[in-house]
């Protein structure tokens, strides 16, 4: 197996984007039901199979390295390359996609607790409001094996178990992240060690048996499998007997192949972009004072990269498998495949170490490739989507019908959908975090092991007009990058130390901050309808549905004179009310903009 020079993925990427409009919500969607292994109304549901890859990038061309990916799911699905995570952390991001909720509104917001891990998502009450339970109540099986969310441990598993899967086995920490030394959970039974077997060899056999379990019950199945490839290697003292440590405390270092890949693409590197190890500065706030890497950093850092990809050919192997055994059991025309992960990673890019936590496009545009019955084969589309868009997509799948509190939309799954929405989905995408970002490399004088204060909220505008990231971090800093011209995100047009221009798209800068700013208020505390349409929260008349639309000369006034910066109060380590600034209020919109709310609008 070696590297592939010419990948469907590389020819997908290469492809303009497609227009985004101003008109919001599923297009033309009903049930999707299976009828003489067809879309249709009425006869046997579909299945569902969900794979999910812990950390896996798409700007570094993971993709380009897996063959089966390829063969199965790229050429005979759609390739959704706006496809955005929240929240560019392990715990967060899984627990929106479940939920379909934005982290502000799950209230899990790290990856341990007080903010996030398990308990924290048992303390939310979402035990008993997240995906497997609704697809339970709709009749469905439901299975799932690897890791669920950070912080499900041998020692709470019990308390109480995650509930709404008809048969689980879930892979535990403190092991999660020890490749050689994995321990998992089966049903109602108590923990089993797999020490020095591979962890992703293990849950592949576990998948295979949940499978033709699921298939032997005779019912239409959800099957989620969630190895850990290609998340970094973690390992301390205190693991060995089950006990937990502090971060700071625990050795990261590459992740381990199968042995059986443990030489394949030695002459990979990481892609060397023009954010790569870049010679100036960028960015803003602790990333903007990073040194230049070394070339003993930049080594080590190539060395991270291949382990990478060679962690991810187990994960390959297993959506082989996964194919054919559908297709030995005559189902596979009959069941959707999802890929995805739960976030983005960087290794270099900006100086950065290798991680994730950032609001840079390595971080948060993931891979997602759907096939399936009705799904269009060898499509690459540019509707933008997000992790709270797979809960109702998932659900719609199903034949489920719909919850009017889900902060995404479902994603169109036919020709004619996607089609439709590349002209008229929403072109934004909300991202936050709250807390430290972490290393994952090497632990350098200039770069500790966490970095404090890496709470932010920022967006993503995307149409044929404009490409736009725009970020306030929890010190007030700002940022604005724009992708057409700068892909790399190399120049904050917001820096005082930045040559920038003064406008974009023909409109000055501080025009489009101002519009930026208000759409950011509107989004970090959003709920549902508001989450997707923001703009009409902003203008009820219904007038305005795009940025292009609120640049118009007519909103001068209200957006420059009277609106204000989005500011926080504080820098906090999760989600604390009072230090997230002023909030936007559904109900009362004139508590924050000007009370001539009428004649703005």
Same mark, same amino acid.
């Given at each position: 197996m070696g590297i592939l020079t010419c990948s469907p993925l590389l020819m997908l990427l290469c492809c303009p984007y497609l227009i985004c409009g101003t008109i919001f919500g599923p297009v033309n969607q009903k049930p999707l039901k299976l009828e003489n292994g067809r879309i249709g109304q009425g006869g046997p549901y579909p299945n569902i199979v969900f794979i999910l890859t812990d950390d896996q990038d798409l700007h570094m061309n993971s993709l380009d390295y897996m063959p089966f990916v390829q063969k199965h799911l790229l050429d005979h699905g759609t390739l959704f390359r706006r496809h955005f995570c929240t929240t560019a952390l392990c715990c967060p991001s899984r627990v929106s996609l479940w939920t379909g909720k934005a982290a502000h509104n799950t209230n899990v917001t790290n990856v341990l607790p007080p903010y996030g891990g398990y308990p924290k998502f048992i303390s939310q009450g979402l035990n008993e409001k997240y995906l497997p339970v609704w697809l339970q109540e709709s009749g469905y099986n439901t299975y799932y094996t690897g890791k669920l969310f950070n912080a499900h441990t041998v020692d709470n598993y019990n308390s109480p178990h995650a509930a709404g899967w008809t048969a689980s086995d879930f892979l535990l920490d403190p092991f999660t992240y020890w490749y050689m030394n994995s321990t998992y959970q089966r049903n109602r039974e108590p923990p089993m060690s797999f020490e020095g077997r591979h962890s992703v060899d293990v849950l592949a056999e576990k998948a295979m048996g949940l499978l033709d379990e699921a298939f032997e019950a005779g019912k239409p199945f959800f099957l989620g499998l969630a190895p850990v490839s290609p998340h970094a290697n973690m390992w301390s003292p205190a693991f060995k007997d089950g006990n937990h440590s502090d971060l700071e405390d625990i050795e990261f270092s590459a992740p381990v192949p199968a042995e059986r890949h443990a030489k394949l693409f030695e002459a990979a590197k990481v892609p060397r972009t023009a954010n790569f190890n870049p010679d100036k500065p960028s960015g803003a706030s602790w990333i903007r004072k990073l040194p230049k890497q070394n070339q003993e950093t930049v080594d080590y850092n190539d060395n991270f990269y291949v382990q990478r990809l060679r962690t991810l050919q187990s994960v390959d192997e297993i959506v082989d498998s996964v194919v054919r055994r559908l297709d030995d059991l005559k189902i596979l025309d009959k069941t959707f495949i999802i890929y995805t992960t739960d976030n983005g990673y960087h290794i270099g890019q900006h100086r950065m170490q290798p991680a994730k936590q950032c609001s840079f496009e390595e971080d948060i545009n993931i891979p997602l490739i759907i096939r399936g019955p009705g799904v269009p084969e060898r499509l690459a589309s540019n509707i933008i989507t997000t992790h709270t868009d797979l809960a109702p997509t998932l659900l719609e799948m199903a034949g489920v019908p719909l919850r009017n509190d889900f902060d995404g939309v479902a994603i169109p799954l036919t020709e004619e959908g996607l089609e439709e929405a590349s002209r008229t989905r929403h072109e934004h995408v909300t991202v936050e975090? !709250?807390?430290?970002?972490?290393?994952?490399?090497?632990?350098?004088?200039?770069?500790?092991?966490?970095?404090?204060?890496?709470?932010?909220?920022?967006?993503?505008? #995307?149409?044929?007009?404009?490409?736009?990231?725009?970020?306030? !971090?929890? &010190?007030?800093?700002? $940022?604005?990058? *724009?992708?057409?011209? /700068?892909?790399? $995100?190399?120049?904050?047009?917001?820096?005082? /130390? $930045? *040559?920038?221009?003064?406008? #974009?798209?023909?409109?000055?800068?501080?025009?489009?901050?101002?519009?930026?700013?208000?759409?950011?208020?509107?989004?970090?505390?959003?709920?549902? $309808?508001?989450? #997707?349409?923001? !703009?009409?929260?902003?203008?009820?008349?219904? &007038?305005?549905?795009?940025?292009? /639309?609120?640049?118009s000369t007519r909103f001068d006034s209200f957006y420059e004179d009277r609106s204000r910066n989005i500011e926080f109060d504080r820098c906090e380590m999760g989600f604390i009310l009072d230090a997230e600034g002023p909030q936007f209020r559904q109900d009362d919109p004139v508590s924050y903009f000007d009370p001539r709310w009428h004649e703005w609008t």
């Amino acid at each position: 197996m070696g590297i592939l020079t010419c990948s469907p993925l590389l020819m997908l990427l290469c492809c303009p984007y497609l227009i985004c409009g101003t008109i919001f919500g599923p297009v033309n969607q009903k049930p999707l039901k299976l009828e003489n292994g067809r879309i249709g109304q009425g006869g046997p549901y579909p299945n569902i199979v969900f794979i999910l890859t812990d950390d896996q990038d798409l700007h570094m061309n993971s993709l380009d390295y897996m063959p089966f990916v390829q063969k199965h799911l790229l050429d005979h699905g759609t390739l959704f390359r706006r496809h955005f995570c929240t929240t560019a952390l392990c715990c967060p991001s899984r627990v929106s996609l479940w939920t379909g909720k934005a982290a502000h509104n799950t209230n899990v917001t790290n990856v341990l607790p007080p903010y996030g891990g398990y308990p924290k998502f048992i303390s939310q009450g979402l035990n008993e409001k997240y995906l497997p339970v609704w697809l339970q109540e709709s009749g469905y099986n439901t299975y799932y094996t690897g890791k669920l969310f950070n912080a499900h441990t041998v020692d709470n598993y019990n308390s109480p178990h995650a509930a709404g899967w008809t048969a689980s086995d879930f892979l535990l920490d403190p092991f999660t992240y020890w490749y050689m030394n994995s321990t998992y959970q089966r049903n109602r039974e108590p923990p089993m060690s797999f020490e020095g077997r591979h962890s992703v060899d293990v849950l592949a056999e576990k998948a295979m048996g949940l499978l033709d379990e699921a298939f032997e019950a005779g019912k239409p199945f959800f099957l989620g499998l969630a190895p850990v490839s290609p998340h970094a290697n973690m390992w301390s003292p205190a693991f060995k007997d089950g006990n937990h440590s502090d971060l700071e405390d625990i050795e990261f270092s590459a992740p381990v192949p199968a042995e059986r890949h443990a030489k394949l693409f030695e002459a990979a590197k990481v892609p060397r972009t023009a954010n790569f190890n870049p010679d100036k500065p960028s960015g803003a706030s602790w990333i903007r004072k990073l040194p230049k890497q070394n070339q003993e950093t930049v080594d080590y850092n190539d060395n991270f990269y291949v382990q990478r990809l060679r962690t991810l050919q187990s994960v390959d192997e297993i959506v082989d498998s996964v194919v054919r055994r559908l297709d030995d059991l005559k189902i596979l025309d009959k069941t959707f495949i999802i890929y995805t992960t739960d976030n983005g990673y960087h290794i270099g890019q900006h100086r950065m170490q290798p991680a994730k936590q950032c609001s840079f496009e390595e971080d948060i545009n993931i891979p997602l490739i759907i096939r399936g019955p009705g799904v269009p084969e060898r499509l690459a589309s540019n509707i933008i989507t997000t992790h709270t868009d797979l809960a109702p997509t998932l659900l719609e799948m199903a034949g489920v019908p719909l919850r009017n509190d889900f902060d995404g939309v479902a994603i169109p799954l036919t020709e004619e959908g996607l089609e439709e929405a590349s002209r008229t989905r929403h072109e934004h995408v909300t991202v936050e975090h !709250w807390g430290f970002a972490s290393n994952e490399g090497q632990v350098l004088d200039l770069y500790p092991r966490l970095h404090q204060n890496n709470t932010y909220k920022a967006l993503r505008v #995307i149409s044929k007009s404009y490409d736009l990231h725009y970020q306030v !971090w929890c &010190n007030n800093e700002r $940022e604005l990058h *724009d992708l057409m011209r /700068d892909p790399g $995100e190399m120049t904050n047009l917001l820096h005082p /130390d $930045e *040559d920038a221009r003064e406008s #974009i798209v023909g409109v000055h800068l501080d025009k489009v901050v101002a519009r930026l700013d208000s759409l950011l208020f509107v989004l970090k505390s959003c709920k549902a $309808e508001t989450c #997707i349409n923001p !703009w009409r929260a902003l203008h009820p008349a219904g &007038n305005v549905g795009s940025l292009r /639309d609120a640049l118009s000369t007519r909103f001068d006034s209200f957006y420059e004179d009277r609106s204000r910066n989005i500011e926080f109060d504080r820098c906090e380590m999760g989600f604390i009310l009072d230090a997230e600034g002023p909030q936007f209020r559904q109900d009362d919109p004139v508590s924050y903009f000007d009370p001539r709310w009428h004649e703005w609008t």
